[in-house]
């Protein structure tokens, strides 16, 4: 999640940096950087409420009970599967427990599960993907092909294939959406690796008898990190729908936990009576990866123009 | 040509191999015990007799060391076994091909309508004089591709089946059953196409031939029709083998929404019973489909696009 707030801020940033207003009016700094932010924010609408969603969910996720006083675990029974209305905005389940509640409180399992499933396929995925990019040779063709045959099958098939392995539970479905999604960021850090260690400088430390080590630390890991970074954010939408998926599959959270691909499924029981129970939580879900392609989008424009 | 031949269908058996490779490290290497399942059958796994397990065990070779499992897997699987199903001792492979027919005429309906829809949004999202629209239109697909599968299906099964009752809610019996799911398959692999291929008619339209039809006053049809779309569809055309492959990993989710007899249908239920024979029957055919999707949409490139011949297109798919 941490790349996540990393772009928000580099988001923001062209909308502050417009560096004559900063400049003449040193004293009002603050404030003119705060209009300017505005203005940018104004301009870039969709941008803006992409943004603000995550950021959402984000508190969701970290602080649901500022949003609802219901619990999402408990309910009132006589409240069983009551419309969406003003005191539950998304409805009651067959318990009578809140929706609204449980997608709230669903957030930071979600969350967690993609945020795993995305780190580790940055982790893994780069980590091949930079000594394929920097070893070369044999070594790079071993891990391509590998890689190759990774894409060639369908995540959802690769995942399902490591949860009948590892088991079930959120912890391993996110395991298994991050390593079936890992191969598309060796790719991108492998050919970024390529071409930054055939750059001028990093061939001049190498001459003037830089370590090997020292010229993959210093020189090539932080210059080729960029696209992966832009990727990860596209690949948090991926994420959150395969996890969503497999959740619904029943691979996920065990039946109490307010997972929002659970909830779904729990919803599809009273498909013809209460339609809010799938409708709801499934609009969170698109709203969520939406917004995250938004933002990988305006990302990957921005590292095109530095 | 038919070296090309020889060429591509060797990567082809290579990419198979390594396919059957890797789903057998990551089902046989990684934690777990297929005897353990096999002893409790289905049943409550705590309840096993020891004996009964150690027996299965090396009934099922899982007593040897893990490169002899492997090599005896893998002379069994190039005679077609792929191992027995462990709780019913039905061949893995034959549960497969049985239903495999109707998840291909899932799949081959919504192939069909992810094309249409596909060219229909892209081409409409390129052709409007007014803006608005062109723009309007522009935004469906990344919206169809954000959307979960599954929800799709049930929404569809909401308003069509439960409300409305014009279609049957589950089954596979009939042309009528077939809509809704074909319908919801094709909705993330439709929006695929239209986004590529609304990005590939957008770039083609301002590529100066273009600029020299239009100076010839040909109409905005003909110019679309006529001279854009056909160099349009070719990056789309690339990727046909991903997008089999999509279909195939959709059917996973739809066959369960609609609870239709299937593959995916097949290995959820696999995963759930931890039926490794069959799950790994299930990756080297999705295997299969990407690598003759693959090969086909090669050698069909030259009629498509003249200027190719082949054994000299270095089309690295595999």
Redo the contacts between chains.
Sequence with gaps: MSELLISETELVQPAGSEPDAAATAPRRGASARALAALRGAVRRPSLTLAVLAILLVLVWAVAPGLFTHWDPLVGDVSDRLQGPSVQHVFGTDNLGRDLWARVVYGAADSLASTALAVALALVVGSFFGLIAGFVRGWVDDAIM??M???L???????S????????FGTVNVAIAVGFASAASFARVMRSEVISISTALYVEAARASGVRWYTVLRRHVLPNSLGPVLALSALEF?TAV?AI??LS????GAPPPAPEW?AL?SE??NY??IA?WL??FP?LV??AI??AA?RISHAVEKNGGTR | MIRYLIRRVLQGVFVLWAAYTLSFLILYLLPGDAATVAAAGGGDASSVDPALVVRLRHEYGLDEPLWLQYLHALGRALTGNFGDNVQTGQPALQAVVRVLPNTLELAAAALVLAIVIGFLVAIASTFPRAAWIRQLLAGLPPIGAAVPVFWIGLLLLQAFSFHLRWFPSLGDQGLRSLVLPAVTLSVPTGAYIAQLLARSLRLTLGRPYIEQVRAKGASEARVHFAHALRNAVLPTLTMVGVLVGNLLAGTVVTETVFSRTGVGRLVVQAVGDRDLPVVQVVVVFAAVAFVVSSLVVDLLYPFVDRRITLGRTAVAAA
Excluded: Y
Aim: aromatic share 6%; no cysteine.
């Design positions: 092909r590998v190759d045959v990774v060639a099958i369908p995540s959802v098939l690769l399902l294939a490591i949860i009948t392995a590892l088991g939408g729908l969503s998926s619904f599959l029943g691979f691909g779904i919803g599809r498909l013809a339609w799938t409708t499934g879900i698109v990866v939406l392609n």
